[in-house]
């Protein structure tokens, strides 16, 4: 039986920490033993291939998707209009999807703010899982974690793994 994945946003404004935050937090829940997937969004469009490169090559050809892979890995690109939750289904097996950006999505979040690079969360309050700042700043029914508070952020997204009961 698969039990389907706890989904966490982490959120904030560029600059904030999103990334080192994603980082740890897969560090920290990979060692625990938890398959974790990533998924980020950018509000940008990026290069998803080095030019040179052959799969880079096609797509510079034309090719409105290529892949590449191995026997333990698979990157595709491929143009579209892409949502989170129409990429849900390619991260079966995961315990725990963790999405970096998308802070309209409907998922908890935990969001980052950082002193002197935001001051009030960009979160829908309703959606705030907690707050991980080195700022004062307190939202009433939210918890607020240190910036560097990993274990404190890791407890919240293991009690959520538990239900509402834990």
Known sequence: MNKKPVIIGITGVKNSGKTTLMVRLIETLSTRGLKVASI???A???EADTPGTDSYRHKAAGAFASAIFDQEKLLLVKN???T???LL?????ADIILIEGARHTPYPKIEV???GNSETPITDPGLLLALMTDTGFQLEGVPSLGINDVDGAVALILRL???PSA
């Open 40 to 42: 980020k969004h950018d």
């Open 113 to 115: 703010l950082r002193k």
């Open 44 to 46: 940008h469009q990026f």
């Open 161 to 163: 793994m538990k239900g």
């Open 84 to 86: 989170v939750a129409a």
């Open 80 to 82: 579209g209009q892409y």
């Open 89 to 93: 289904p390619l991260f079966d097996g």
